[in-house]
């Protein structure tokens, strides 16, 4: 059985039977019958309540007159994350906000949950950036169809050639659509390696140098893990809007 941190523990010993009735019922074998919830999914669960608590918060003390530092920071978040998607996807793209704001939160806390003693970084673990790659993967791909309807389809047999000879058209079209099928899904890799790759090493690099040299010079790693975190966290909802721009451009 692999180790656990204490909070795997508790879910585990409060939900283990649970979990694994769940996971048989929809027929995925559990490694351990006895401790179904890992530590990354342990870990999503402090980050889900952290979230959902930190919005009730702003959502309780929204004012108009006299907003608190709080409502500050989230409508700075917000508005930061809107005049991007409008700059990268254009008119309209404020429907995209909620999403990419909960994204980019999500990725965050996630990234900086590690630095808490007796916690470490979900998305450290490959199956939470895949998970997060994945439900971005989803979100555009709906968009797209929403947006262009059938349409969209024709996205993956590559720009339209005027004055293509449509035999040759057909031809380019099937060569296309494996080539964009690949780029699509090419798109989920990216998206997770980059974020756990980053998040992974950092996670090592403070480790390695907390067991050799412990006073001092760990706070100069412990900076540059909180930088890379912040801006992992920007990349990723980056390259969701870049994403959602091509699924919803005008040209489907």
């Not at 530590?39 to 007159?65: P, Q, T």
């Not at 389809?153 to 449509?166: R, T």
């Not at 099928?181 to 798109?187: F, M, P, Q, W």
């Not at 760990?218 to 870049?242: E, K």
């Amino acid at each position: 059985m692999p180790e656990q941190l204490w909070i795997t523990k508790i879910l585990n010993h409060a939900f283990a039977g649970p979990v694994d009735a769940l996971l048989r019922a929809l027929h995925i074998e559990p490694q351990y019958s006895q401790a179904p919830i890992t530590n990354a999914v342990a870990m999503e669960v402090i980050v889900f309540g952290f979230l959902l608590v930190l919005f009730i918060l702003v959502r309780s003390r929204l004012s108009v007159e006299n907003p608190g530092s709080l409502q500050h920071i989230f409508e700075g978040f917000n508005g930061f994350v809107e005049g991007q998607s409008h700059d990268v996807v254009g008119d309209h793209s404020e429907r995209f906000t909620p999403f990419l704001v909960t994204l980019g939160l999500f990725v965050l806390v996630s990234n900086l949950l590690g630095l808490i003693p007796g916690l470490e970084s979900p998305t450290g673990s490959p199956v939470v950036p895949l998970g997060c790659a994945l439900c971005t993967f989803v979100y555009y791909q709906a968009h797209g169809f929403r947006h262009a309807g059938p349409k969209y389809i024709a996205h993956f047999f590559g720009p339209p050639l005027e004055g293509m000879n449509p035999l040759m058209r057909f031809a380019m079209a099937l060569l296309m659509f494996p080539i964009e099928i690949i780029s699509h899904l090419a798109r989920v890799l990216s998206l997770t390696v980059r974020l756990y790759g980053n998040m992974f090493a950092g996670d090592m690099v403070i480790l390695v140098f907390l067991s050799l040299i412990p006073i001092a010079v760990p706070v100069i790693f412990v900076g540059l893990h909180i930088g890379v975190a912040f801006i992992q966290a920007y990349v990723f909802v980056l390259l969701a809007t870049v994403y959602l721009a091509g699924a919803v451009a005008e040209g489907h």
